[in-house]
């Protein structure tokens, strides 16, 4: 038997099955660990490498900025700043039923929003279980799908007694599909692989799908998740002026002036009207990475993934990533005979099997001796800790999540100090699963980890604090004046607002062409 760099071993039995050993240097009571002492000096380490300085912050903030106004000078920019064609925010007279879809990675859902001015609506939805075959068939069989789903929808909520529709003669419902009602698919994410459609006009491909299904519906807004959150945000809330996404990716988007998008001015739209821009802005520093503090452990997570060298705010930021950061880390101190000594530490070994949700579950721990970081790695690693190293996993963990944060308000500064937002404040609508822990909690499967964490972290601990803690360092007190909140339903009310905002002005003949 060869045992392994960290004292675990295998060997094939006759069977051919391999049985995992692990070699101890002394009893089972007395394993081997690391001091008080030795994972504080550790610490220390770990504090000057994730430490983000408010002088590093604001040079990130600048360098931000040029790429925002570069990506809206000229197309095909790295953070690309992309034009929706969604004029402005809504007046809060907006009304009427105007159906939503929402195709995400593992659900289809369907909405009908009933909007009712003034910041209220009412919203009936339903959601269909996607296949990964659904999600890498054919793509015109895939948007057949949702036009099946659709129809099912409205036959179940929208067919009177009668069975017929609740709908004059010729009218059709405004329907939203999360440029306003046509699009050209730049790439596929969240799993998608659907073949003939990137580079296809995909609001045509499901007109097409509609046609076939007879569904009394007409195309009339194709957006993004995130300009629907900054849409559905404002309508509730007229302060919100931004809107982010930090979940397992991260984006933004804002209302920019028209005169300085100078990429659309062929298009002869006026130069006093403001239009969303999604941002995409976790491609910021990619490829050249000059302006991130990239450590040597996002060098590997950026090396390792399936788009190296792209995406590079985000694999700093993005619950995606945080929790395989963490996992490097401890992997290292593990190859340096700091941890776990003589422990069989194999189930550590495969990337990506350390959770963001970790993170967030360390940092809530309430109790004196980390019980709850004990349970994480004895049930899901089968490994033993001592208090010392919980005690430094824990300050770990907030370490990472704090560079993150902070990392997220350099973003948010870069659009405040763009749009001259920062004397009168304003409120950023934020949503993702940094902000909504649940999302990550889908996959443990220890009832008390759970329970524990659905009291004590309804979201990633903390993390709103550090960007409000971001924006001070970055701004000096005018920075508390911008303030996140708990963002609406982007793919479902936002979608719909956008139907009726881009129904409105079509039909007051406005912008035909957009």
Known sequence: MVLSRRGSGSITLASGQTLALH??????EDLPHATKKTMADHLRK????????????RMIVEAF??????????P??????????VFGFPTGEEVGDYLAVDLGGTNLRVCLVSVQGEGKFEITQTKYRLTEEQKHDDGQKLFD?????????????LV?????????PGETLPLGFTKIDHGVLIRWTKGFGAANTEGQDVAEMFRKSLAKYELPVTMTALINDTTGTLIASHYVNPKTKIACIFGTGCNAAYMEHVKDIPKIKNLAIDDSADMAINCEWGAFDSFEHEHLP???????????????????FEKLISGRYLGEIMRLVICELIDEGVLFLGQNTYKLESPYVFETAFLSLMESDPTDELLMIIGIFSHFFAVETTLAERQFFRALAMLIGRRAARLSACGIAAIVSKMGYLDEGCLVGTDGSLYNVRSFLKGLCNVWLLTMSIILAQKYPGFADRIHEGLVDIFGEK??????????????????????????????GLYLDV
């Open 65 to 74: 900025k040029e790429t925002l106004e570069l990506g809206l000078e000229k």
């Open 479 to 508: 920075g508390r004046g911008i303030m996140t909140c708990h963002a609406e339903d982007g793919s479902g009310v936002g979608s719909a607002i956008i139907a009726a905002m881009t129904k409105a002005r079509k039909e007051s």
């Open 46 to 57: 770990y504090e000057s490498i994730f430490t983000l300085t408010p002088q590093r912050m």
């Open 23 to 28: 070699h101890r240097t002394q009893d089972e």
């Open 145 to 157: 799908f949702c036009a099946e789903c659709l129809k099912t929808f409205v036959d179940t909520n």
């Open 294 to 312: 990239r450590t040597k452990y996002d060098v590997i997570v950026d090396e390792s993934s399936n788009k190296p060298g792209e995406q590079a």
């Open 160 to 168: 009177e007694e009668e069975g017929g529709l609740n709908l004059k």
């Open 76 to 85: 095909t920019q790295v953070v690309p700043m992309i034009p929706t064609y």
